[in-house]
């Protein structure tokens, strides 16, 4: 059975390394943090004092898959990092705030944000997108937007954010694996947000300003810390569950069109769902997960999330269920035979049709492992063809 670990793995060319974003985007995106909370902080105080609402200042997290840490560099031309960044008032903030009627003070929001941030996207050459329902959008440059959600939190749980956001790379510090004679990164080794543990934080349900007037309940802190807690379960504090989550995102991207492909949660919800730990073998630990994959994406997905218990994350239609079933399906089958051909040259293409050319075209990271287990499928299959191809 091959072991090719490596070549999602290896320091200087692995998989993960080169679907991260890169320093200079990672610059940019935090410069543009920067600079859209120190505009908005200022001015949105100012308008609050304005209208008789005093010390009361916004406040600004990171979401989305930044804060979890799973981002990936686009695939394709034309596919975007999203940057989530979102903006928190108390509800104090709004006079007689009420989640259940339409009113003005949800548009008023963007309003206020949207001509506060008109004036500095024009200094820095960014395009305002105001097409979006449910955010304030900023095309920051060709590859990468800034979703700017607004959110109205109970003055409770309000007081307990901290802002200490910072979006780096890590240092890394190696280890050599005497086992496989390789080096292994003890660090995250990807993109790390120095923010505060959501551990003694009063979670619980906000609300999202809708353009249209009305307010939407929004679980992003929720989801945040059942990933976070599902993480801290694992003995390697879910570094390679992180791994396998992008790995998992970044098929997504290079096979499927952008409408009708899964969703960046619901393939976290799966993986977490079916993952094992396989000790320095990520390539083992994935083909757990895509076992159960494409049955998971033709159904239902259920998970255990405080509030959302009875909801099916799987919010594809029928067709793309369906769809999707087949992709996996394909994915599996042609992952379980590279795990068992002795042809590494067939090994790399198969794993670049259904990873793109980010996978290292090496053979010398794929490594012959005597003491394996049988692969979970016969290692002779007929290739298929899948109905759509990215």
Known sequence: MNNIHAVFTSQEEGFKYKIRPSQKDVNTLDEAKRSVKKCLKENLKAHLEYQGIYRISPKFRIQGSWAYRTCNAPAKQGQEMDIDYGVYLPVSAFNGFDSEVQSDQAKEYFEVIESTLRTLCYEKGWELDNSKSSCVRIKIQDNAHMDIPLYAVPDDMFDTFKEKEEIRYSSESLVMDSINEDWVALSEDFVVYSEESLQDMNIQTIHMAKRDGSWQSSDCEIIRQWFDDRLAQESDKGRQLRNICRYLKAWRDWVFDERGAPSSILLMIIACKH?????????????????????????????????????????????????????????????????????????????????????????????QDPYSTPSLVQSVITPQTPLRQG
Not at 326 to 332: E, K, T
Not at 344 to 367: A, F, H, M, T, Y
């Open 275 to 367: 993952y094992k730990y396989e000790q320095y073998r990520d390539d083992l630990a994935l083909l757990h997960i895509l076992k159960k994959l494409a049955e998971s994406l033709n159904g239902p997905v259920y998970e255990n999330i405080k509030d959302h218990e009875d909801e099916d994350f799987n919010r594809m239609k029928d067709a793309e269920r369906e769809n999707a079933k087949i992709h996996a399906d394909y994915l599996y089958r042609s992952f379980s035979s590279s795990l068992n051909s002795s042809n590494k040259g067939d090994v790399l293409q198969s794993l670049i049709r259904q990873w793109g050319e980010r996978i290292p075209n090496n053979p010398n990271l794929i490594k």
